[in-house]
């Protein structure tokens, strides 16, 4: 039987309602380079180049005090002190795993796994909210316990469910399937852009476009006129242009139906690009209209993060280290 949108770990509702999000609507800016129908999707396929090249992750301390002087340490102590109560919820990629040039080669390190199974068995949830579609989440994190949400939202799964598409975005099946057959890897790699057909959306990748600026104009005009033209929706992160059904679903909308059906009364979201602005903005207005009584919303900062994300977080870490320390205090 197909989830309903008040199930656990389902939303369909947009807690901000004024925000447009119709056929022809860019949901964000584009940031510089710097900064079958009712079937579920199968795992992720991607049009990609062999040779690819590695990065470095910052490595520094969890410690960090924001300007709205949250600590860390005081974070920390007010998750455990109210564990049975508490919701600790995570974006995947620069979160968990380390940002790579290509989204293929992202692994979540063993460790993490491990400390993500312990926490599982302290608090009341443990879950994953992330781009990715949830078959490739849950082979990057199999751990069971978890709470998981893929696509941004329109996939969702309890702990040890199988993945589910919302039902509003089932409609879109054929408009999504029509924008991927309109572009093969002949039209996108001239222009260093690659797919990632993750069922229910579309990631179009540019991290390693020898020409950043052209390759973001690429997605921002013809391509995303495309997807536009097919009734859909994009939304621009770092790096990257998603094409997305038409509906009302983010990762706040998730998020925030996470919380009321786990009865958390605390909760932690950590994030690092401008999808994860949507589950901070949740969990604020559920703290202020007393869904919540503490909400936390982290960033795992590095230098690719938007000054913008930086600024909605109530405190940071350095990257996914930092993110292996807070885990490691959490299950302490």
Known sequence: MPM????????????????KMSSGTITTPPPTPKSAENAPPAAPTSTRRQTRSRVNVLLASPNVTTSSNHSIADIV???????????LLFDVDGVLAPIVPHADDARVPDEICDLLARLCDRYLVVGLVSGRALADVDRMVPVPGLTRSGNHGLEVAAPGGVAEVVPEARPHARAMRAFVAAHPPSALDPHGVWLEDKGVSVSL?????PD????????????????LSEGLRIRHGRMIMEVLPDVAVDKGTVVRQIIRASGARTALYVGDDRTDMDAWRALHDLQATGGLDRAHC???????????????????????SGVLRLLHQLAS
């Open 4 to 19: 309903a949108a008040n199930d656990v770990a389902v939303a369909a509702r947009d807690p901000y309602p004024h925000r």
């Open 77 to 87: 102590g007010a998750l455990r002190d109210n564990a049975a109560a508490a919701a």
């Open 205 to 209: 990748h540019h991290r390693e476009a």
């Open 298 to 320: 982290v960033v795992a900062d590095q230098p690719e993060v938007d000054a913008e994300v930086r600024a909605a977080a109530d405190a940071a870490v350095e990257g996914t």
């Open 212 to 227: 950043q600026d052209a390759a973001a104009a690429f997605l921002a005009g013809p391509v995303a006129d495309a997807a």
